[in-house]
Nanobody, 126 residues
Framework: QVQLVESGGGLVQAGGSLRLSCVASGRTFSSYAMGWFRQAPGKDREFVARITWSLRTTYYADSVKGRFTISRDNAENTVYLQMNSLKPEDTAVYYC???????????????????WGQGTQVTVSS
């Protein structure tokens, strides 16, 4: 079992930045690839970014590429999402997720992630 707790959300103006954190506890953090997803009101939850353990290979949704950066600190069991140049369309609840298939594969489906946090709200005002 892995427990995930997100933090760092809030209200920010367009063009601003936020850094989300996700702390993992339970089974060995290094066993999992980690992802960030988001869900805007009235929309389906969607993939944002993914990072693997060993090579720290990263993958991004086209909508955030160049603006968001995913990283991880394995010593601290924490994964981060640095969000720059935020837009109103980035407004959503952001979720951290863990994938036990910890390989350098581009995995973006919700069903591929077995563990989820409770989410943190990000609101970007125009």
């Amino acid at each position: 079992q892995v427990q995930l707790v997100e933090s760092g959300g809030g209200l920010v103006q367009a063009g601003g930045s936020l850094r989300l954190s996700c702390v993992a506890s339970g089974r060995t953090f290094s066993s999992y690839a980690m992802g960030w997803f988001r869900q805007a009101p009235g929309k389906d939850r969607e993939f944002v970014a993914r990072i693997t353990w060993s090579l720290r290979t990263t993958y991004y949704a086209d909508s955030v590429k160049g603006r968001f950066t995913i990283s991880r600190d394995n010593a601290e069991n924490t994964v981060y999402l640095q969000m720059n140049s935020l837009k109103p369309e980035d407004t959503a609840v952001y979720y951290c997720a863990a994938d036990s298939f910890n390989k350098n594969y581009d995995r973006r489906r919700l069903s591929e992630y077995g563990y989820w946090g409770q989410g943190t709200q990000v609101t970007v005002s125009s």
